[in-house]
C-alpha cells in the first residue's frame, strides 16, 4: 500500500505545473513624467496641485527622499536609466537633434532593462515618450527589447500633446480631429493611459513590463477643457503669449496644474484596473521623473509661482538639485510595508540591477548602478554609493558629483572655467553656500571623482575635459 501512494504522490508531481503554489514574477510598471519637479506632488510637499492619486501610493508603498535622475535633460536621463550606466559612461549624454526626424539613437546590441525581462519571459511594452532612436534606426525600441510601442518616437513631435500622428509599431497612426495646432480632439496623453489598460488587460495572464514614460507635464501647455476647468480661477493667471516658445495659453497655470493632475487620474485608473483583475498585490508600480521642472517661464511654465523644485536650487538643465534630484515611489503591497520614506541615495542607474534581482534576470557586469532591493523589501544588507556622477556637456558645460553629504558641481566649463563649487547637503540643501575653500581635502576627492569617471565620446565631445 505505501509503496501505491508513493506512485501516486509521483504521478501527481510530474503532472503539476512547474512552480505551482509559488507567485509568478511580478509584473512592473514603471511610470516616467516629464519634467515634473521634486515638489511638485503632495507627498513631496506641493500645496497648488492636486495629487490623491500618487499621494496615495506614497502613503501605502516606499517614498524616496534622496533619488537621483540620469541626467538634467530628457533623452541622456533616459539612457542611464535604460543601461544601468551613468553619463559618464552612457552613449548618450546630451539631446541632440538627428535628421530628418528624431535623435541620436541608442546602439545595435546595447543591453537595456527591456531586453533583459523580455530574456526570461516578460512581456515587454512601451509607451510614451522614447527619445533614443527613430524606427528605422539602431535605437528602435522594438530592437532594444520592447515587444510593443506606442508613442513618439521623437522628443521634438512629443512638444505637442494634439500631435497629428503617433506611432504604433514603425506604423504611423494618423489622429482624425488633430489639426497640429494648439488643440484638437485626441490628447496623447488620453491616448497613452487607454493604450496602457489594454495592454494590462491583453497581458494579464502573464508577466509584463510596462515603461510609461508620459509627455506631461512637458510643456507645450496643452490639455483637454474638463481638467482645465478643476483649476481656471483659482489664482491670479496672466496670459501667456508665447515668447518663451511653444504655444500661447489663455491660463498657463491652470493649464500646467491640469496636466499633473490628469496623469495623477491615469495612475488612478491604472490601480483600479490592476485591482479588478486581482493583479494590484503582485504589481511593482515605481514612478519618478526623468529631470527637474522646466526652467522658469519657458513655454508659460511657472515653476517659481508652484515652487516646482521645492527648496532645491536650480531646474531642469543645470546640475544643482533642483536639475536632477526628482520624486521616486515604489509600491507593490506583496513585499513593501506601507507609509516608509527613505533617505538612501539612489539614481536611475540603480533601477536595471534592482529590476533584475527582484525577477531573477542576469544582471550584466560593470554596471554604474546598485541593486536597491534590500532598501525596498527591509532585508539584507543594503550597498551604497561611494559616490554618484553626472556630466552634461549642454548648457555651458558640466559636471557634478555627490559623495555621502557632500556635493560638488562646475559649470560654464566650455568657457573654461574649472572651478568647483562644494556644498554640504545636510546643512545646506538649497546649495546656497559654497564651502570649498575651507575643504580642500573634499575638493580633492571630487575632482579625482570627476576625472575618473569621464570617458571620453565621439558622439558627444566634451573639449573641457577630453
Known amino acids: 500500500m505505501c509503496r501505491i501512494l508513493l506512485a501516486i504522490f509521483a504521478v501527481i508531481v510530474c503532472l503539476t505545473p512547474a ?20 515638489g511638485e506632488l503632495g507627498c513631496y510637499g506641493q500645496k497648488k496641485i492636486k495629487t490623491p492619486h500618487l499621494d496615495k501610493l506614497a502613503a501605502k508603498g516606499l517614498r524616496f527622499t534622496q ?21 559618464g559612461h552612457a552613449q548618450v549624454r546630451n539631446n541632440i537633434e538627428m535628421k530628418p526626424d528624431g535623435q541620436q539613437p541608442i546602439a545595435k546590441g546595447t543591453v537595456t532593462i527591456a531586453q533583459l ?12 515618450k522614447w527619445g533614443l532612436g527613430m ?34 509599431n514603425a506604423e504611423k497612426v494618423p489622429l482624425e480631429g488633430n489639426p497640429g495646432k494648439a488643440t484638437g480632439k485626441q490628447h496623447s496623453h488620453d491616448l497613452f493611459e487607454k493604450e496602457a489598460l489594454d495592454f494590462i488587460r491583453k ?18 501647455l496643452q490639455v483637454p477643457e474638463d481638467s482645465l476647468a478643476e483649476y481656471k480661477g483659482l489664482w491670479d493667471d496672466p496670459p501667456y503669449k508665447g515668447g518663451k516658445g511653444y504655444q ?12 499633473v493632475t490628469r496623469m495623477d487620474r491615469t495612475v488612478g485608473r491604472i490601480l483600479e484596473l490592476l485591482r479588478d483583475l486581482g493583479l494590484e498585490e503582485d ?65 536611475f542607474q540603480d533601477v536595471l540591477p534592482t529590476l533584475c534581482e527582484i525577477t531573477g534576470a542576469k544582471t550584466p557586469k560593470n554596471l554604474d548602478g546598485i541593486s536597491i532591493v534590500p532598501t525596498i523589501v527591509e532585508k539584507g544588507e543594503q550597498k551604497k554609493h561611494e559616490f554618484l556622477y553626472w556630466e552634461f556637456p549642454g548648457y555651458g558645460g558640466q559636471q557634478a558629483a555627490r559623495m555621502g553629504d557632500w556635493k560638488a558641481i562646475r559649470q560654464n566649463m566650455h ?13 545646506d540643501v538649497g546649495e546656497t553656500k559654497d564651502v570649498a575653500r575651507a575643504n580642500p581635502d573634499i575638493v580633492e576627492r571630487m575632482e579625482r571623482i570627476m576625472r575618473d569617471q569621464h570617458m571620453p565620446s565621439k558622439l558627444f565631445p566634451f573639449k573641457a575635459i577630453d
Not at 209 to 220: D, G, K, R, S
Request: hydrophobic share 35%; glycine share 12%.
Open 19 to 38: 512552480h505551482a503554489g509559488e507567485r509568478k514574477k511580478p509584473n512592473i510598471i514603471y511610470i516616467l513624467a516629464d519634467d515634473l519637479g521634486y
Open 67 to 87: 533619488h537621483y535622475a540620469g541626467n538634467a535633460v530628457c533623452a541622456p536621463s533616459r539612457c542611464v536609466l535604460m543601461t544601468g550606466l551613468h553619463s
Open 117 to 128: 525581462l523580455k530574456d526570461i519571459g516578460y512581456v515587454t511594452g512601451m509607451i510614451g
Open 135 to 168: 524606427h528605422d534606426s539602431t535605437g528602435d525600441p522594438q530592437k532594444q527589447g520592447f515587444d510593443h510601442f506606442f508613442g513618439y518616437y521623437c522628443q521634438r513631435h512629443a512638444h505637442n500633446h494634439y500631435p497629428t500622428f503617433l506611432w504604433r
Open 203 to 220: 497581458n494579464k495572464d502573464r508577466p509584463f513590463f510596462l515603461y510609461l514614460p508620459f509627455t506631461v507635464p512637458h510643456v507645450a
Open 248 to 259: 500661447p495659453h489663455d491660463h498657463p497655470r491652470a493649464a500646467y496644474a491640469a496636466m
Open 283 to 347: 504589481t511593482i508600480i515605481i514612478f519618478s521623473s526623468d529631470n527637474g521642472p522646466t526652467h522658469d517661464g519657458a513655454g508659460g511654465s511657472d515653476s517659481v509661482f508652484f515652487q516646482s523644485a521645492g527648496v532645491l536650487r536650480g531646474f531642469k538643465g543645470g546640475l544643482f538639485e533642483g536639475g536632477v534630484r526628482v520624486p521616486m515611489i515604489v509600491y507593490w503591497p506583496r513585499r513593501v510595508r506601507r507609509g516608509r520614506t527613505t533617505d538612501h541615495i539612489s539614481a
Open 415 to 427: 568657457k573654461g572655467n574649472m572651478t568647483l563649487q562644494l556644498f554640504n547637503l545636510a546643512k
